[in-house]
């Protein structure tokens, strides 16, 4: 694909040669241009030709009749390329998008699994009686504004406190969690600007709130998160990085790469690879740049590789020759997709093995399906019950049925009969408009300049035509379907960063500080005694005994705890009722 600039009235755009259907139709623009001077000067013709007159034709209306019927017959292919060209790139993207839909669907509902109970934020349906401090859940930044009028539910996130520690006059960031509460009851500050400075901090170098006596609680979840998606605490990093080595849950890891494999050997076959050769998948390096759409852009040595000879590849393509199969994969080979986790030789060896572009794509599409039927028995998707589950294979479904979609534009030609007239025509055109110029212009320059306006625009009409029919083939007009592989690992990578950052609040730990007479943030408004009794008294009128399905001393346990909750909420209420 050609990405290009936009500059003064698009003027630059007529400086590109290579994928320029004016240039390719400036050549035969050119021959017309020969004809009519050799028409003009009656000189070096075919014989049958000096039998016709200056004024042979009265009116053009004869020759225009042709012209018209074949502009008709160049435009009605222009516009069927158009949408072939449209189709493959709407079916390609809607394919990708379904799949990825499925990929992260999955691993949202395996990080509700049971096992991740203690890891996970904290859900509010547990902290009702938080709303009756009136709290606010908005956010705000670092940089020296703030929200004073009104009280905050911060995330343990949302505080950014660079150690006092000085290295060479710069402030040095302390990122280990606290493993106990600190005693101190003040609200975190925003740093100051000598800080913010020294420290250069970017969107997500952000600290946890580390004096504001958190709970122990949202500090283990918080060690959790970072020990399960150690990318999620690294600043100017991609989500698969792996600091010391860490790495993110298996299960993710293995979805994350079925997942690129499949969309990799769909695009592989769209674009047909030959089956002769070596499958040009290659692995995936997370943070890499992403390849370039324009083949022109690509380094001198990878063009090399499918440019060997560099004059006959030129008149090929002057002369509107496709590439043959070995030539082609031998472009696509320089341009390999790359995959998640890359490509083992057993899963080349099986996808070499099955016959066709459809049965390779149906064979890692059964494999993705294959692992998610069984993770999901396993349990692995936790409770998510087995019809929600369902819309994850119609969504795989309907992926498959958008990859056979442009499956059929790149595999199904062009009509030959249609195909075949629309070239016939446009190629009488050459010789015919040089005629009609010669009998109804009578200045050299102007009828030459017509006549090559005039076939260059018909001829590139059909030349446009020609290479838009295939979206996924035609150098370097085809999609750039490397780079949508590799900005659908990008989408993958994502799962890999865990939970959303602010979803680390810590309820009890604001409760406790409020209890404890902890420092209200400016602005902050007292609730009066009766609103807080009212809320509290809600909250002890919805307390509910949970179905209890462990052992008996876990049952007894459960409920002592219960009660003792209660006891401390009644005495709480008494102590209120008494002011």
């Given at each position: 694909?050609?990405?290009?600039?936009?500059?003064?009235?698009?003027?630059?755009?007529?400086?590109?040669?290579?994928?320029?259907?004016?240039?390719?139709?400036?050549?035969?623009?050119?021959?017309?241009?020969?004809?009519?001077?050799?028409?003009?000067?009656?000189?070096?013709?075919?014989?049958?030709?000096?039998?016709?007159?200056?004024?042979?034709?009265?009116?053009?209306?004869?020759?225009?009749?042709?012209?018209?019927?074949?502009?008709?017959?160049?435009?009605?292919?222009?516009?069927?390329?158009?949408?072939?060209?449209?189709?493959?790139?709407?079916?390609?993207?809607?394919?990708?998008?379904?799949?990825?839909?499925?990929?992260?669907?999955?691993?949202?509902?395996?990080?509700?699994?049971?096992?991740?109970?203690?890891?996970?934020?904290?859900?509010?349906?547990?902290?009702?009686?938080?709303?009756?401090?009136?709290?606010?859940?908005?956010?705000?930044?670092?940089?020296?504004?703030?929200?004073?009028?009104?009280?905050?539910?911060?995330?343990?996130?949302?505080?950014?406190?660079?150690?006092?520690?000085?290295?060479?006059?710069?402030?040095?960031?302390?990122?280990?969690?606290?493993?106990?509460?600190?005693?101190?009851?003040?609200?975190?500050?925003?740093?100051?600007?000598?800080?913010?400075?020294?420290?250069?901090?970017?969107?997500?170098?952000?600290?946890?709130?580390?004096?504001?006596?958190?709970?122990?609680d949202i500090y283990q979840r918080l060690a959790y998160n970072v020990h399960y998606f150690p990318s999620s605490l690294e600043p100017n990093s991609n989500f698969a990085h792996r600091p010391e080595g860490q790495t993110p849950p298996l299960f993710l890891q293995e979805l994350a790469h079925r997942a690129s494999l499949l969309s990799a050997v769909a695009l592989s076959t769209l674009r047909n690879d030959d089956e002769r050769y070596e499958s040009p998948l290659d692995i995936y390096h997370p943070g890499s740049p992403l390849p370039e759409v324009d083949p022109d852009k690509l380094p001198k040595e990878t063009r090399k590789v499918y440019q060997s000879n560099f004059l006959l590849t030129q008149i090929r393509y002057w002369s509107g020759i496709d590439r043959t199969p070995a030539q082609r994969t031998k472009y696509n080979a320089s341009r390999p997709l790359s995959v998640i986790g890359g490509v083992s030789d057993a899963e080349i060896a099986f996808l070499q093995r099955a016959r066709g572009p459809y049965a390779k794509t149906q064979l890692a599409w059964a494999w993705l399906s294959e692992f998610l039927v069984r993770e999901h028995l396993a349990g692995t998707m936790g409770e998510v019950h087995s019809a929600i589950m369902s819309r994850l294979f119609q969504n795989l479904s309907d992926g498959m049925l958008s990859y056979n979609r442009a499956r059929q534009i790149t595999f199904v030609p062009f009509p030959f009969p249609h195909a075949q007239l629309s070239v016939f025509y446009t190629l009488l055109l050459v010789p015919v408009i040089p005629f009609l110029m010669d009998q109804f212009t009578n200045v050299r320059w102007v009828g030459s300049l017509l006549t090559y306006f005039a076939v260059t625009c018909l001829v590139g009409m059909h030349e446009v035509a020609r290479e838009l029919e295939n979206p996924f083939r035609n150098v370097p007009n085809e999609l750039p379907v490397c780079t949508m592989q590799a900005r659908f690992n990008e989408g993958l990578v994502v799962m890999f960063s865990g939970f959303n950052p602010d979803g680390f609040w810590d309820g009890e730990g604001w409760i406790a500080r409020r209890s404890l007479g902890g420092k209200l943030s400016a602005g902050d408004k007292e609730p009066s005694p009766n609103e807080e009794v009212q809320s509290r008294s809600i909250n002890t009128k919805t307390v509910s005994f949970a179905p209890c399905v462990e052992t008996r001393s876990q049952c007894i346990k459960e409920l002592r705890d219960i009660f003792s909750k209660q006891a401390k909420e009644i005495e709480e209420l008494v102590r209120l009722l008494e002011k």
């Amino acid at each position: 694909m050609i990405d290009y600039y936009k500059g003064v009235y698009n003027i630059n755009l007529i400086l590109r040669v290579h994928g320029s259907s004016l240039y390719k139709a400036s050549v035969l623009g050119l021959v017309a241009v020969a004809m009519y001077l050799a028409l003009n000067a009656r000189l070096d013709i075919p014989l049958f030709l000096l039998l016709v007159p200056d004024d042979d034709l009265d009116h053009p209306y004869g020759v225009g009749v042709l012209v018209s019927s074949v502009s008709f017959l160049i435009v009605f292919r222009a516009n069927y390329s158009y949408r072939r060209y449209w189709d493959g790139i709407s079916e390609a993207h809607k394919m990708l998008s379904k799949w990825g839909d499925v990929s992260m669907n999955a691993a949202v509902f395996s990080m509700q699994n049971v096992k991740w109970n203690e890891r996970k934020p904290r859900s509010f349906y547990d902290f009702e009686e938080l709303n009756g401090y009136r709290l606010t859940r908005e956010r705000k930044r670092h940089d020296g504004s703030d929200v004073a009028d009104e009280r905050m539910l911060k995330s343990v996130f949302d505080c950014e406190k660079p150690s006092r520690h000085k290295t060479d006059g710069a402030a040095v960031a302390d990122t280990s969690f606290a493993s106990t509460a600190p005693s101190s009851n003040e609200d975190c500050t925003s740093p100051t600007n000598e800080e913010r400075t020294a420290q250069q901090r970017n969107t997500w170098n952000v600290l946890p709130e580390a004096t504001v006596g958190a709970s122990a609680d949202i500090y283990q979840r918080l060690a959790y998160n970072v020990h399960y998606f150690p990318s999620s605490l690294e600043p100017n990093s991609n989500f698969a990085h792996r600091p010391e080595g860490q790495t993110p849950p298996l299960f993710l890891q293995e979805l994350a790469h079925r997942a690129s494999l499949l969309s990799a050997v769909a695009l592989s076959t769209l674009r047909n690879d030959d089956e002769r050769y070596e499958s040009p998948l290659d692995i995936y390096h997370p943070g890499s740049p992403l390849p370039e759409v324009d083949p022109d852009k690509l380094p001198k040595e990878t063009r090399k590789v499918y440019q060997s000879n560099f004059l006959l590849t030129q008149i090929r393509y002057w002369s509107g020759i496709d590439r043959t199969p070995a030539q082609r994969t031998k472009y696509n080979a320089s341009r390999p997709l790359s995959v998640i986790g890359g490509v083992s030789d057993a899963e080349i060896a099986f996808l070499q093995r099955a016959r066709g572009p459809y049965a390779k794509t149906q064979l890692a599409w059964a494999w993705l399906s294959e692992f998610l039927v069984r993770e999901h028995l396993a349990g692995t998707m936790g409770e998510v019950h087995s019809a929600i589950m369902s819309r994850l294979f119609q969504n795989l479904s309907d992926g498959m049925l958008s990859y056979n979609r442009a499956r059929q534009i790149t595999f199904v030609p062009f009509p030959f009969p249609h195909a075949q007239l629309s070239v016939f025509y446009t190629l009488l055109l050459v010789p015919v408009i040089p005629f009609l110029m010669d009998q109804f212009t009578n200045v050299r320059w102007v009828g030459s300049l017509l006549t090559y306006f005039a076939v260059t625009c018909l001829v590139g009409m059909h030349e446009v035509a020609r290479e838009l029919e295939n979206p996924f083939r035609n150098v370097p007009n085809e999609l750039p379907v490397c780079t949508m592989q590799a900005r659908f690992n990008e989408g993958l990578v994502v799962m890999f960063s865990g939970f959303n950052p602010d979803g680390f609040w810590d309820g009890e730990g604001w409760i406790a500080r409020r209890s404890l007479g902890g420092k209200l943030s400016a602005g902050d408004k007292e609730p009066s005694p009766n609103e807080e009794v009212q809320s509290r008294s809600i909250n002890t009128k919805t307390v509910s005994f949970a179905p209890c399905v462990e052992t008996r001393s876990q049952c007894i346990k459960e409920l002592r705890d219960i009660f003792s909750k209660q006891a401390k909420e009644i005495e709480e209420l008494v102590r209120l009722l008494e002011k």
